[in-house]
């Protein structure tokens, strides 16, 4: 399966993104999707997941009540909507997936088989 990540941008601390992961090659509906990112210098940090049927949800504490992630199946997308978007959430988002993720793994990118490129995220003070 191939992913591929969009809607990244430069935004105001306090402003809002949405970002789209399309993917293609195999229908979806069987995979646990999530979003990771990778800040300058660091490593690369569980943002969200979300389970094939769209019923289980996880997030990163730094990120709960202020991203939304969820999943269209029927168009083969996912996507993260962030809101309140702080400095220190500067990092490229990377959309990926993988078909035999459980709840104590949906947080581990070793978890997960496909990636996308990754879209760039800026947030300025």
């Known amino acids: 399966v191939q992913l591929q990540a969009s809607g990244g941008g430069l935004v105001q601390a306090g402003g809002s993104l949405r970002l789209s992961c399309a993917a293609s090659?195999?229908?979806?509906?069987?995979?646990?999707m999530g979003w990771f990112r990778q800040a300058a210098g660091k490593e690369r940090e569980f943002v969200a997941g979300i389970r094939w049927s769209g019923g289980y949800t996880n997030y990163a504490d730094s990120v709960k009540g202020r991203f939304t992630i969820s999943r269209d199946n029927a168009q083969s997308t996912m996507y993260l909507q962030m809101n309140s978007l702080k400095p220190e959430d500067t990092a490229v988002y990377y959309c990926a997936a993988g078909r035999t993720i459980i709840h104590t793994t949906i947080t581990l990118p070793s978890a997960y088989k496909n990636w996308g490129q990754g879209t760039l995220v800026t947030v300025s003070s």
């Open positions: 090659g195999r229908t979806m509906s069987s995979y646990t």
